[in-house]
């Protein structure tokens, strides 16, 4: 069964990728960036004391713990990378996070605001040791030249599918990336991605639609609001093989739906007979949990994070859904988390968590409930 709410994808933009690879000296890639991973995590040793639900945590470099600019949000883990049957090219056996973050804008030359995008941290659980890499869209400039923009989105899900990597962008869908496409800046050029040195170019966007007249539609002609992409995660396992979960953060008489679009095994949307680039969402619900973070599908139980502000702490409320997302009963269980959660993945047989707030900023572990 396939509903209105759909996810189209754009032409890809590799040709233009290509062209940066050969200004600056190809595509090293995901292992060499493995290898070069400056900045260090530590545990901390009073994880539990952070929540109900929480196994363990990391906390970030003093400078990544403070900023005001910069705000994690999604998390992702190679073992979504590996969870479709594919290892990604220089990952090995690794065991890695990725955290997304979004810039806050902070003033710029003479003194106009600019935004700085959003960043991608990988981190390596087994030495601790991580690295900013700006995610980038490849665009052609007026002299015909291949430049690189910042991504402006909120970021607030993250996904690593095989070779694949997808970004909430919120009322856009979200944009994805090829790992085998990480750049690495030459010296005097990290100015042009704003001090970074390594850049991921999105190959192409993900826009979400609706369309009225979608095969065996529940409700044919009925209007049908396009899904906010808040965040998002994979879940690889059940009846209807592997799918992106995709949610709606919301407030008040917003919708706060969750829709399962089907994946390729390449990691990619799936796309509809006669249409690759085309994919329908095969289920969606509206949960009526408000201030929903984070989803993950966890043997047959949906996980949501929400949020209490920069000083309450958080919640983790769960539902046995069984086969289907409907009919799913919500129970919540208060103080789970660190205050500020965000984004879910249920990966390497734990539930992830980033907090947001300054100083109080964690990658924490859960304990899945059920």
Aim: charged share 20%.
């Amino acid at each position: 069964m396939t509903t209105p709410l759909l996810v189209r994808r754009s032409a890809s933009r590799r040709a233009l990728v290509d062209e940066l690879a050969r200004r600056y000296g190809g595509r090293p890639g995901l292992g060499a960036l493995l290898a070069d991973l400056p900045s260090r995590a530590h545990r901390a040793p009073w994880a539990r004391l952070l929540g109900h639900r929480v196994e363990q945590a990391w906390g970030w470099e003093a400078a990544d713990r403070r900023t005001a600019q910069w705000w994690p949000q999604g998390v992702t883990t190679s073992g979504d990378a590996t969870a479709l049957g594919t290892t990604p090219a220089g990952l090995g056996g690794r065991r890695v996070a990725v955290v997304s973050w979004y810039a806050k804008p902070v003033p710029g030359p003479g003194g106009k605001d600019e935004n700085h995008g959003v960043r991608l941290t990988f981190l390596d659980l087994e030495t601790l040791r991580y690295r900013h890499v700006l995610l980038m869209r490849p665009v052609r400039r007026d002299d015909g030249q291949v430049g690189l923009d910042p991504v402006t989105a909120h970021a607030g899900g993250i996904v690593w599918t095989g070779s694949w990597i997808h970004v909430a962008a919120t009322g856009k869908g979200c944009v994805s990336a090829h790992v085998d496409d990480l750049l690495w800046l030459p010296e005097g050029e990290e100015d042009t991605a704003h001090g970074h040195r390594w850049v991921l170019p999105t190959r192409v966007d993900h826009r979400g639609g609706v369309e009225e007249t979608a095969p065996t539609s529940a409700q044919p002609g009925a209007e049908v609001e396009r899904l906010r992409w808040s965040f998002l995660s994979l879940a690889a396992e059940g009846r209807q093989g592997p799918s992106l979960l995709v949610g709606e953060y919301g407030r008040g008489d917003a919708s706060t739906r969750v829709a399962r679009f089907p994946l390729s095994p390449e990691g990619l949307p799936a796309g509809s007979p006669g249409d690759r680039r085309t994919t329908y969402a095969s289920e969606v619900v509206e949960t009526g949990v408000k201030g929903m973070q984070g989803v993950a599908d966890v043997a047959g139980r949906l996980h949501v994070t929400t949020s209490h502000g920069p000083w309450g702490a958080g919640s983790l409320v769960t539902a046995q859904h069984g086969t289907g997302l409907d009919g799913a009963r919500w129970r919540r269980t208060a103080a789970a988390t660190p205050m500020g959660p965000e984004d879910l993945s249920w990966s390497l047989g734990r539930l992830w968590v980033p907090t947001e707030h300054p100083r109080r900023r964690w990658l924490v572990a859960l304990r899945p409930a059920g």
